[in-house]
Nanobody
């Protein structure tokens, strides 16, 4: 059974930093893409960042230059380093992973339960 478990969320002041971690178990995802999505209150879930099997990185425009996605294949873990956080980054952040190679970085098959990030002004 595949499990994605996020950690690292919490409350931080604007301008601060957090690092989210997502540990995968049940299968290895080093050959597939993984990513982070978020859902703010009253809004739809949106793509935040993704990393392909090749190492190519993708970011939504609003986090470029502030967030960095990375992976440790040996640990089957993906990270999201978030710097210069803003109140509008407040959301539940979800880790996701693909079980196949898709053309779109937003296509994912497995999802974690999410971790809450709250940025105070």
């Amino acid at each position: 059974q595949v499990q994605l478990v996020e950690s690292g969320g919490g409350l931080v002041q604007a301008g601060g930093s957090l690092r989210l971690s997502c540990a995968a178990s049940g299968r290895t995802f080093s050959s597939y893409q993984m990513g982070w999505f978020r859902q703010a209150p009253g809004k739809e879930r949106e793509f935040v960042a993704g990393i392909r099997w090749s190492g190519t990185l993708y970011y939504t425009d609003s986090v470029k230059g502030r967030f960095t996605i990375s992976r440790d294949s040996a640990k089957n873990t993906v990270y999201l380093q978030m710097n210069s956080l803003k109140p509008e980054d407040t959301a539940v952040y979800y880790c996701a992973a693909a079980g196949a190679r898709y053309s779109s970085i937003t296509n994912m098959d497995y999802w974690g339960k999410g971790t809450l990030v709250t940025v105070s002004s």
